[in-house]
């Protein structure tokens, strides 16, 4: 507050020492229990930020990845939304208006976080959480 900010969020979440491929439900963990930190500390509004992967092997720079799914993705932007509905004081809109929730990322191929189309995936990323947003 002391510098002028008017709200805070994060990019991506850190694992710490965890190696190898891990369950996407270990980034929804992570997400989960950082918004939970936020509505417990955060003196300013917190936009929630929702991660859909992390595997940054096709840049040889990390050592943990994570196997994700359209719907487990999908249910984390949910997630997302449905804790910022349920945090009012802390988001930066005020009800009625939407909640608003950062997805990382759409488009980080290099780290395993993105939601473009893909030869192998085709749209069933956009389409997992085009589902979801339909429902709020």
């Keep these: 507050m002391a510098d002028g900010y008017?709200?805070?969020?994060?990019?991506?979440?850190?694992?710490?020492?965890?190696?190898?491929?891990?369950?996407?439900?270990?980034?929804?963990?992570?997400?989960?229990?950082?918004?939970?930190?936020?509505?417990?500390?955060?003196?300013?509004?917190?936009?929630?930020?929702?991660?859909?992967?992390?595997?940054?092997?096709?840049?040889?720079?990390?050592?943990?990845?994570?196997?994700?799914s359209p719907q487990d993705v999908a249910t984390l932007v949910d997630a997302a939304i449905n804790w910022a509905n349920a945090n009012t004081v802390l988001r930066v809109e005020p009800p009625p208006t939407p909640p608003l929730v950062i997805m990382e990322a759409w488009n980080e191929?290099?780290?395993?976080?993105?939601?473009?189309?893909?030869?192998?995936?085709a749209t069933t990323y956009g389409d997992a959480v085009a589902a979801i947003l339909g429902t709020h």
């Design 109 to 121: 191929f290099g780290e395993g976080s993105h939601l473009l189309p893909t030869v192998g995936e």
């Design 6 to 68: 008017d709200a805070v969020s994060l990019y991506n979440y850190s694992f710490g020492t965890v190696t190898g491929g891990q369950s996407f439900s270990l980034v929804s963990e992570a997400g989960q229990w950082i918004w939970s930190q936020a509505a417990k500390n955060s003196p300013l509004p917190f936009i929630a930020v929702a991660m859909d992967g992390w595997d940054p092997r096709p840049w040889n720079e990390g050592n943990v990845w994570f196997s994700r």
